[in-house]
């Protein structure tokens, strides 16, 4: 995507986080529900390591996802300064490529009372892979789904760089990246400090909620979060993936995936991607 265009010279400050984040996406996977849930939590549950079959579900959900393809998504990233900038659109993890449309809120001047009026700063198309995204324009008077009006966009209609180190970045280059072509190794995941945290129940259906594996290198006693993962993974029993959370240095608002499942109807365009 290309850069944000300025607001009333309002430009939200980027966090840093650790670029060894990426890295650590162990999991990830295939159905579950869009963002307005009714969620119900088990506050008395004790945090402790995964157990044989807990990282049997983690270890396989990358792989779930990957044959689920192409997924429906929602990014929900948390810039500061009162910026939010939410993407919904599909991921294809057999070809690591997305496309979808977002949305810019954020404080947009005054609103003649207590204080400034919280409104739409930009929306567009948004196309990403594992090297970067770009941003296009919507269609004027099209309402048909992103993907579809992607493919009237022609290569050089998109506005592209490189992914940057800021919230919305790290979430779609996160994202993008959740999919794989085999399940992951079990014992590995559990060795490298996976951890259960809880259970929750969303919409009479039971999702366990798990910390990813830490960072190669980061020992159990570092940090505040005693060295865990920044991700957090909701998982169901059979090893489909309802949400993921990632926290970043400096913002008390984590970055959030939320996935809904299997979009049979979805094709993602070539314009963005052809050569020559």
């Known amino acids: 995507m290309a850069r944000k265009r300025k607001t009333d010279g309002r430009t939200p400050r ?28 088990d506050d008395t549950a004790t ?22 393809s192409p997924v429906a998504v929602t990014l929900t990233a948390t810039e500061g300064g009162g910026v939010v900038v939410r993407v919904k659109g599909v991921v294809d993890y057999r070809t690591h490529r997305a496309v979808g449309s977002y949305q810019v809120t954020g404080a947009s001047g005054s609103s003649g009372t207590s204080g400034p009026a919280t409104g739409q700063l930009d929306h567009g198309l948004i196309v990403w892979d594992t090297g970067g995204l770009g941003l296009a324009p919507a269609p004027k008077g099209d309402n048909s789904p992103a993907w579809q009006q992607a493919e009237h966009i022609p290569r050089s209609g998109w506005s592209a760089r490189s992914y940057t180190t800021d919230p919305l970045d790290a979430g779609l280059q996160l994202l993008v990246g959740l999919g794989a072509d085999r399940p992951d190794n079990p014992l590995l995941l559990a060795q490298s400090g996976a951890r259960w945290l809880g259970r929750d129940r969303v919409d009479g259906r039971s999702y366990d909620r798990f910390a990813g594996p830490r960072a190669q290198g980061v020992m ?35 970055t959030t995936v939320e996935f809904s499942g299997r979009d049979g109807r979805a094709k993602l365009p070539e314009a963005p991607w052809t050569t020559g």
């Open 220 to 254: 159990p006693s570092a940090g505040p979060d005693g060295g865990r993962s920044p991700l957090t993974y909701w998982i169901d029993g059979d090893g489909g993936l309802l949400r993921v959370t990632m926290r970043m240095s400096g913002l008390g608002t984590p």
């Open 14 to 41: 980027r966090a840093l986080w650790l670029r060894t984040l990426i890295a650590i996406t162990a999991c990830g996977v295939a159905v579950g529900g869009l963002a307005a849930y009714r969620t119900f939590s």
């Open 47 to 68: 945090e402790r390591p995964v157990t044989t079959e807990e990282a049997s579900r983690l270890a396989l959900s990358r792989l779930n996802l990957y044959q689920a």
